[in-house]
Structures are given as C-alpha cells and as structure tokens.
C-alpha cells in the first residue's frame, strides 16, 4: 500500500513536470483561435524551453550570485508544491498534517528569491516589476488561506488531498462554499501565475509588465529555469482549481483520468476566454481587485459560519 | 552528572571577573582582548551546563547552595533553563563580535571601557533574571540589566539623537519597574511570600486574577514591546551601538515574554477576555509592526520594528495558549506555547544576527540610512549571504527556522477550531490569514532591504567594506543556528516541550506527533534539488557558453547607480495601500520643459500611534506636572528635599501601619 502510494505520487509529479509546457500551450493556443489568428503550435512551449536550454548564458555585469541561485531555488520551490498535488485524487508524495501550510510558505521562497534575483540587475525596469510582483504577493497568502485554507478550517483536515476528499465526501453540504470559493482560487491563480487580468504575458512594453520585466536579463538556462517553473506553477493552481469539481470515486482509473483530462481542458478554455474579452486593470486598481477575492472568501465563511 | 547551580555561578564568577580586566589593565586592545575572552570563556561554561540540562535533562542535578546563599532563591525549572540557554546562546556570538566591533571604536581614538563594562554588566544581570526566584532580589537585577543597556546605548552621548532615543527607553524602563512592584506586592500581600515559586492567587478571586494580568500585561507587554507600547523600541535600537541593539533586541524584550510566562504560571487559568486581548493585540502589533518596517529607511529603524512584529507572532501564540487555558484544553495550551517558546529562541537567533549584521555595515559606510548603499554583495559576498540566511529565516519561509515556529503557531489556530468549534473556525481562520499577511508583508520588507542594500551598485560613495573574521564567525555561528533549526528541529522540539509540560503540567504530545521528520525530509530534499539544478545549469553553462553583459536598458547603456530602483520606490506601491494608518505621504517635484531644470520626489511615514497617542500623552503629562508649581522650581536642592521628605513621610506611615 504504502509502495504504491509512493507509486501515485511519483506519477503525480511525472504527470505535472511533463505536461505544464503543453498547458500553457494549449492556453496559448486557444486564446490565437479565439482572437482569430492561427497561433503557434501546441507544443511551442516545449520548443521553446529545449531552446532555452541549449544557448548560451548571459547575465547582466551587476549580477550576483542571487541570479544564479534563483532559478535553482525556483525550480526547487515548485517541484515540492507540485509533489503535493492530488492528481486525479491519487496520494500526492508528500502529504502530512499541515502540508498547506508548507505548500503556501515554499511558494513564498520561490517569490523571495524570484524578487531578489530582479533586484540583482540594478535595472530600474527590474525594480519595477519586482516591487509590483511584492506587492500584489502580500495578498497571496491570505486569498489562499481565505479559499482552501478556510475548508481547512472548517472540516479539521490540514492536508491539501485530505481537504479535497473531505469536500468531495460530503458535497451537498457545501456546494455553495466550494463554487465560491473556486471563484476566488482563480482569482489567486491568475495573479499567482501572472495572467490577465492581472498581468498580461504577452506585453511588449517594459512598463507594463509585472512577470516578465523580472526575468528580462535572464537567458539562457536561467530562463529556461524561469519559464519551465512558470509552467509547472500554471498547472499546479489549475489542478487544485479543478479538484473543487473532481468526483471522488474516480481515482486513477480510465474513466477518472479522462474526467481529470476535460476538466483541465475547461479550465484552459476558460482561461483562454477570460484572456480573451479582459484587458489588463490598471496597477492601481489591482489592490481592490485581490481585496475583492479576499472579501468574496469572508462573506462566503460568514455565510457557511452562521447558516449551519 | 554535574551540579547546575555550582556550574552556573562558576560562570558568572568567570563573567563577573572579565569586568576586572579594563578596570585594572590600561592599554584599551590587550584590555578589551583579555575581557572578551575571560567573558566569553565563562558563557560558554554555563552554556554547556544550561545546554545539557535543557537538552538531556536527566543528566545534572540542581545542586545545594553556593556561598552561602539560600538554595531557594534561584529557580532552575525548565522555563528559566530554557531562556538562560536562549540568552547565552545569542550572548557568546555577540561577545565575539562585540570584540571586533569595539576593535572599531578604539581605531577612532575613543574609550571603549564603559561600553564594554556596561554590555558585561548587561549579559550578566539578564542571565541572573531568568533564575532569580525572590520577587525583590528579581526586580533588582531587572533594573540592573535594563539600567546596564541605557548606559551603554548612551555610549555616543554627545549626539543629540542619542540622548532623545534613549531617553524613551530610560522613562520606559521606570513605568515598567513600577508596574511590577505594585504587581509584586500585592502577590506578596497574597502569599506572605517573597519566592516568585510561592506566589498564588486564591481561587475565586476573579478580580484580583484579572487586575494581576492586565498589570503584568501592561509592565512586561511594554518591555517586550506590544502596540501601543513599542514607541521605545524603532528611537532607541538606531542609536545604541550594535551590540547592545543586538541584545537588546534579541534577549532584552524576550525578558517580557518571560515575565508574562512567570505571570502566567502564577495566575493560570487566564480569563478568556485575556487570551483574546493578548490575541487581538498581538495580531496588529505584528501586522502594523511588520508594515511600519516596510516604510523604514534607517536599517536598524526597520529592524526594530520587525522585532515588534515578531513579538507580535510570540504574542499570537501566547494568546492561543490562554485562550486554551481559559477553556481548560491542552492541546491549544501546548502547541500555542510551544510556537510561542520556539519563536522566542529563533528571534534571538536571527534578529541578533541582522542587528550584529546591520553593525558591520553601519562600521563600513557610516551611514544607516539604506537608500545610499547597495553593491556590497560585489565585495563581501559571503557576509551577503550570512544577512541573507537571516532575512529568510525571518519571514519564516522553508527551509529555516522561523517556518518551524511559524508552523508550530498556525497548527495551534488548526488545533482550535478543530477542539472549540462554535464561532472558533472564523476566528481561528481570520488570525491564519493575518499571520499569513504579516508573512508576505515580511518578505516584502526583507527583499526591499537586501536588494537595495546589496545588490546592484553603490548609490552613494564607493568605500571599502571589511569584514573581519570575528564578524565571520560570530555571524556565522548564528546563521548555522538558523539552518539546524530549520532542518532538524526535534531537539529543539523536544527541548520546548519540556518547558511547557513546567507551564502546562497535564502535559501531552501535541507537540511532538507533528510530523517533525517529514519537515527535515522535505527540506533536505528541497536543497538537493536546488543544489542539483544549480550545478546542471552551471555545467550547462559551461557546455553552451557564457558571458556577460549590460543590463537591457532600451538600447541604452548609460545605467548609472542613481538610475536603480530605491527603497522608496519599492515600498511605494504597499505603502499607498495603508496610507492612513501609516500617515505615508510624498512630495514630488517634476521638472517642466524641454531642458527641465531638477527635481525631486520624497516619501515620509509617521508612526500613527507615536504620533496621536504617545508623544501628545507625553506633552500633556509634562504641562499637567508643570503646572504643580512649587517653591524653588529651578533649584536641584530643593527637589533634594523634597525626596528626603517623602521618605521621612513614607517611613513614619510605614511603621505607624505595622
């Protein structure tokens, strides 16, 4: 049993590494048809990393060695927060009491060094998008723990796969709760993954950019490191976004994984569409934004505390 | 086997000895060498006596008395083992540095003896707090050990901020000491006792429980530095030299969470009001603290006011544990002290090793403020990257130690809305994402100083920097403190616990069946990936190529130091989001034209609570004394008398009485 635990957790993790460049692929992809073009292929990510992979490296005369820690400690930060997804409800690899405590702090070393690495040009462009990525992280953690945090709190169970089983056992009682709050995690998705309408991937001005002006003066593998986590981060939010939804019967087996499959399928389709008929708000505004998530997850426990 | 209070007053007799050294040689080097080394040589000798007897308990035994003194008069129970351990544990590295440090001094010329004597005196009376079991005996040494830390703060006295800074710090001092001896003699009037061991509180007596608490809130809340109270702290850290800043910060506020633990000891069950106003308090204390922090541009400034913070997050953690006390439930009493305790040990470690950090640059540039450094990873790097392990430990993220209590605290909030549910699971969740905040409000603040202090260019003029090998080590020692408590940290778990069942005496193993060894599996696995992928992409550089280049500038290549992002600018766009509370306001200027002439832009933040409450109380209080005019107001003699007085008058009422 434990063995194939660890069986499910492995394939979980093989899962996610493998497959988060075709997701922002399929994103990507969808987005071109909806807007009319053609777009590039699905697997345009994957070319685009093997490329990364394989170039040379240039780093900016003021780097340090932040830079080159950085892409490491990123890459690391969300390989453990993808060990900790339950795909298809399969045992994730680690899971323990309180590992969505870890989950959302490791994220937060990832941003630390994600920042630091931009500072370390001395490029002002850098400064800028490393203070906005600050400073719309401050209201990561607390949506976080205001969406899946909150079930947490409220059915007892502190293991992310713990949570989703617990919700998908008893779903009646908490529909309302769980569509809320999904709404909210996209929100959190969307600026912890740098979309629309938060961030715009696909800028072509430095000042308007939040991601992508951080990782400006990275090439090479630095930035095959950046994108690739960038990737992986993508679909790790997408997975807990979709496990609101997955049935609890359906583990690994066919059936499952094609439901687990359309699932995601949707939500990129919903991404897609969300990229599609929103522009970016103004980084003003962006503050009222996220509270909005925040205050959506407050009324929903206010209602699901005193409705009981 | 060893006795502990024979090994304790060897040490301190070694510690006390080290005074002798500049008061009888005269040459200040050989004078400062001596003294450290006979200083530190004695804390490491109770070091290794405290750390055994907190670590493997079973092997010393408390011992009988030593010349002379009565053996109850000292209390070696696990919470007073535990912070002695804690204090000298921060103490040695600090000695060390404070080698180097007056090493600085004595090369411009000064006398450094009274610094020195003044930070001996300072270590030495704090470790004879934590064992002292006489009310009066304790309150002697607490004066000592506060009174010992103004002296030397003033060490730069001919600097008017230093005499404005520490005068907070000195009336401070007195508000507390008077607290606590109203809160000492009525526990004396209770018990007839003078042992803290005796003290009680009869049961049933609600008010007098009450009354007790809300006092030694008020007298220990100040001196640990809760909001309102934590106006002393961001005036008197810049201007202390850093040793004494280090200490201060790191082990002198703690001594008000041990007061607060004692208290509790004494008082328990707390009311449940208390637990919640410790809670409330706690939770914007750390908030507002942490956010105050992020508007600082004076290094030590800001770290005072993440020492606020974080004693707002011990603070959280007591304030569960009350809260479970007040409803008899022990697993909320143990893991909300036990975070709390863990939390304690890990402040003093890495706060002292940004506050001894902060003295190294500050030694270098000669300037705190940080908005005129950066570059300095191009020429110290390792000392970087010892800052560095600091600043992540802080905002308590994986993989060192501020996450293990940080974890500790937020399974305590789990704890209690699984065990009271009602309106407990809102709470509890509502205090989850407050932590959470102040988490991501500190990694915010902790990026905006390492970025513009290190890395980049040098803004203001190039210096050297220097670092010398006691600065190494002694930064050092405590930055590896961090990382084993951060991956391994079940002695430091079982160490804790220990200390709790003294607080908690049902005792029970919350504590311990947290899944500690997957903690150290993930993180040992965390760092070999990113090890790994550290050395793929260097041998991938190596295979592909490599160089270096101009930062991307628009096509332009004149990007000077000035251009770079300040620390202003950084913290702008948080700082906008509070901006009443923080009274953040800017002035700019553009320039206008084609060839627009100069201009400028400044941002201010004021301390809202300073600036409404304390500083407006202060005045009104001076003006209300002031108005009391009695004869000879100009004259010292007068006010001699007066005293004399007042004690004449005290005595005959204090015999007439009995």
Known sequence: ?308 | MFSLRDMFFISMLIQAASILAPVFIGGQRRASALAHITLVAGLITGFISSFLAVFFPMAHTVGTGFFGLPPEYFRFDPLALYFLCVVQAVAIPTAVFSYSYLEHYIGEGRSVKSLYVFFAGMLIATQMVVTINHAIVFLVFWEATSMSAYLGMIFEKEKKEVQKGSFYYFVMNHVVIFLLYIFFFILHRQTGSWLLSDFRVVTGNSGLTALLFLLALAAFGMKAGFMPFHFWLPRAHPIAPSTISAFLSGIIIKLGIYGLFRAFQILSPAPLWIGWLVLVVSMITAIFGVWYALAQHDIKKLLAYHSVENIGIIGIGMGIGFIGSAYANIPMQILGFGGALLHVLNHAVFKSLLFLGSGVINNNLGTRNIELMGGIVHKAGFFVFLFLTGSVAICGIPPLNGFVSEFIIFNSFFTAARELKEYYPLMMLVSAVGLAFVGGLAVACFTKINAIMFLGTQRGETKPFHVSAYDYISLGVLALLCVVIGFCPVPFINAVNNVVSGIVPQGGAELLNINWLYITVIFTLFSAVALAMYFISKAMRKKFGFRESDAWCCGYNRLGPRMQYTASSFADQINDIARAPLGYHKKGRAGEGIFPPSSGFESHSADLVDNRIIVPGYKKFISLMSAIRLPGNTDIRYYVAYILIMIIVYSVVGFLWH
């Open chain 1, 1 to 308: 049993m434990a063995l194939m635990n660890i069986f499910e957790g492995l394939a979980s993790l093989f899962f996610v590494l493998l497959f988060a460049p075709l997701f922002a692929g399929l994103v990507n992809k969808q987005k071109a048809m909806m807007t009319g073009r053609v777009g590039a292929p699905v697997w345009q990510p994957y070319y685009d990393l093997f490329k990364l992979f394989r170039k040379e490296t240039i780093r900016a005369k003021s780097a340090s060695f932040i830079s080159g820690l950085s892409p490491a400690i990123n890459f690391a930060a969300v390989i453990i927060a993808a060990s900790m997804l339950p795909v298809c409800n399969a045992h994730p690899l680690i899971s323990f009491k309180g590992d969505i405590i870890l989950f959302a702090y490791i994220l937060g070393t990832a941003r630390f060094f994600q920042i630091l690495a931009a500072m370390d040009i001395g490029s002002s462009f850098e400064g800028m998008g490393a203070s906005r990525e600050a400073s719309f992280a401050i209201f990561v953690e607390p949506i976080f723990f205001f969406t899946l945090g909150s079930i947490a709190f409220i059915t007892g169970f502190t293991s992310i796969s713990d949570i989703y089983r617990s919700i998908a056992m008893d779903r009646m009682s908490y529909t309302v709760f769980i569509v809320v709050c999904s709404i909210s995690f996209f929100i959190l998705a969307v600026t912890e993954c740098s979309r629309m309408p938060v961030d715009d991937p696909n800028t072509h001005l430095e000042l308007t950019m939040i991601h992508e002006v951080m990782i400006l003066d990275n090439s090479g593998q630095d930035l095959f490191f950046y994108q690739y986590s960038g990737n992986i981060k993508l679909l790790i939010y997408i997975v807990l976004e979709t496990a609101f939804y997955y049935p609890l019967g359906a583990g690994l087996t066919a059936v499952g994984v094609t439901i687990f499959a359309l699932n995601i399928l949707f939500v990129s389709f919903v991404l897609a569409g969300v990229e599609t008929v929103t522009s970016r708000f103004k980084l003003k505004d962006m503050p009222h934004y996220l509270l909005f998530a925040a205050a959506i997850g407050i009324l929903n426990l206010l209602i699901f505390t005193f409705n009981k």
